[in-house]
């Protein structure tokens, strides 16, 4: 079966994928917020509109999650990351999901979701 490898990441060296797909399975790495100056409610929502965009690429939506991991560094932000959260999820076809406190690359980034869709 075909692997399809989407925004292989360079620098040092080729450390990852942003999105894998193989057969019917989409596979999104963990994604952070591309302007860390946001609070957290504007991190969560510019990082579910990267998965927005690498899902429809891939030729699925958000109706099709399967799995959900998010990696928050304060869980005082916990509700307000939900808010935003469940505002973009589709209600009804949510996916299983798991949240950690963690600490992440870097001090400002405040939240990490990785999914893994069906097509």
């Known amino acids: 079966m075909a692997i399809e490898r989407m925004d292989i990441t360079t620098g040092p060296?080729?450390?990852?994928?942003?999105c894998v797909v193989r057969g019917?399975?989409?596979?999104?790495?963990?994604?952070?917020?591309?302007?860390?100056?946001?609070?957290?409610?504007?991190?969560?929502?510019?990082i579910l509109d990267?998965?927005?965009?690498?899902?429809?690429?891939?030729?699925t939506t958000k109706s099709n999650l399967l799995h959900a991991q998010l990696w928050i560094t304060d869980m005082k932000n916990f509700?307000?990351?939900?808010?935003?959260?469940?505002?973009?999820?589709?209600?009804?076809?949510p996916p299983v999901r798991a949240c950690v406190r963690a600490d992440l690359a870097r001090?400002?980034?405040?939240?990490?979701?990785?999914?893994t869709a069906a097509k």
């Open 79 to 93: 509700s307000q990351m939900n808010e935003v959260w469940n505002a973009w999820v589709d209600p009804q076809n």
């Open 107 to 115: 001090p400002e980034i405040l939240v990490e979701i990785m999914v």
């Open 24 to 46: 019917d399975t989409v596979y999104v790495c963990g994604l952070t917020s591309s302007d860390t100056s946001l609070d957290i409610k504007g991190q969560t929502q510019n």
């Open 13 to 18: 060296g080729p450390r990852m994928s942003r």
């Open 50 to 59: 990267k998965i927005d965009d690498y899902l429809k690429r891939a030729g």
